[in-house]
């Protein structure tokens, strides 16, 4: 079962709510992460950050963003993928743009905090885990980092 998803960076007002409504199902009602650490200063429309999007169709399916961290490396924040959606590889996808997108802004080097979970699905995806396990928004996260390779 090979779904066609359309991924892109959020251009537009109506791009940005449709993937903070992916955010919202995926981290505030299921994971019941509290709202004002969801959405942040990051999310503000004149940030730095680069909004990801993913659509089945018209609907909404999956949502990251990707921002400025340190010169040369770039923070992968906020990957969501709906529940009806997982196991469809479309996380994959969504990592794979975002990792072309940071290749353009000159990112080297990509970090993230992935729920520990999910550690795993980074790991296929040349992720390493580095330091030791931490708690954010009261779920077990592990810090990973990923060199890029230009084409």
Not at 27 to 42: R, Y
């Amino acid at each position: 079962m090979n779904k066609t998803y359309q991924i892109q960076t959020v251009q537009s007002e109506k791009e940005m709510a449709d993937a903070l409504s992916v955010r919202r199902a995926v981290f505030i009602v299921e994971q019941e992460v509290p709202e004002d650490l969801e959405i942040d200063e990051h999310d503000q429309a004149n940030s730095r950050t680069v909004h990801f999007v993913a659509y089945d169709g018209e609907t909404p399916v999956g949502a990251s963003r990707l921002r400025p961290y340190a010169p040369g490396v770039g923070k992968v924040e906020r990957v969501a993928v709906n529940k009806s959606e997982r196991g469809t590889g479309l996380g994959r996808m969504i990592m794979q743009a975002m990792e072309e997108i940071a290749l353009k802004h000159n990112y080297d080097t990509l970090k993230l905090n992935a729920q520990t979970h999910a550690q795993r699905f980074y790991e296929k995806l040349g992720y390493e885990p580095h330091g030791d396990v931490f708690d954010e928004a009261g779920i077990e996260h592990i810090a990973m980092v990923k060199k890029l390779h230009k084409a």
